[in-house]
């Protein structure tokens, strides 16, 4: 993935990790990933560190963990949430394996929730002024979350913007709203930018 940190373990004295690291670890076979787990406990205890309860767990996941659900009738296997996006095994048009990743839902519901509180503060500058700064969010949450099979999501994100821009033009008005006919001449004037994947097919 485009971005990800690179996670370096030092065990030196007196050394302090974030209270925020996140790690995702791929074992082979489920029994590795129980030691694996039970040991990296023992290992954090001894610097006085430890692992969020809440927020670690065991997934099984990956192309076997798919195959061997699917011959047994059960649903794909879990999903788990890693930089704000959600990884689920899936497949190609071709029918092979893959894995797909989505925006996270928590993640679009706070950005949103955090834009819709902006652009209250930002009722009444000019539309150019608000159409330049809205410009920038698209572009730059499609600029980290515009991976392949995420369009969907993308799409999404603006649909919600768009509603969001348009209820504070409304707020402006002494009649309280903005019609979509007057909203759409407004967009024609003011275009926001649409979807667009960042991220290259690797062959």
Request: net charge positive; hydrophobic share 35%.
């Amino acid at each position: 993935m485009r971005r990800e940190p690179h996670v370096r373990i030092c065990e030196r004295a007196g050394v302090r990790l974030p209270c925020a690291t996140h790690l995702v670890i791929g074992c082979q076979r489920e029994g590795d990933g129980k030691k694996l787990l039970v040991a990296l406990k023992d290992r954090l205890a001894q610097f006085g560190l430890s692992l969020h309860e809440g927020k670690t767990r065991l997934v099984e996941f990956g192309r076997l963990a798919a195959r061997n659900r699917q011959a047994a009738g059960l649903r794909r296997p879990e999903t788990f949430d890693f930089l704000g996006f959600t990884h689920y095994c899936s497949e190609t048009r071709g029918g092979r394996f893959t894995v797909k990743r989505k925006t996270q839902a928590k993640r679009m519901v706070r950005k949103l929730k955090a834009l819709r509180e902006e652009m209250a503060h930002r009722m009444h500058t000019p539309v150019r002024e608000q159409h330049r700064w809205l410009c920038q969010v698209l572009r730059g949450h499609c600029q980290y979350y515009g991976v392949i099979f995420n369009y969907r999501s993308l799409r999404a994100f603006r649909d919600c913007v768009l509603r969001l821009w348009r209820k504070t033009l409304g707020a402006r008005s002494q009649k309280g709203r903005v019609t979509w006919e007057t909203f759409k001449k407004i967009l024609a004037t003011f275009p926001l930018p649409e979807p667009a994947i960042h991220q290259a097919w690797h062959r």
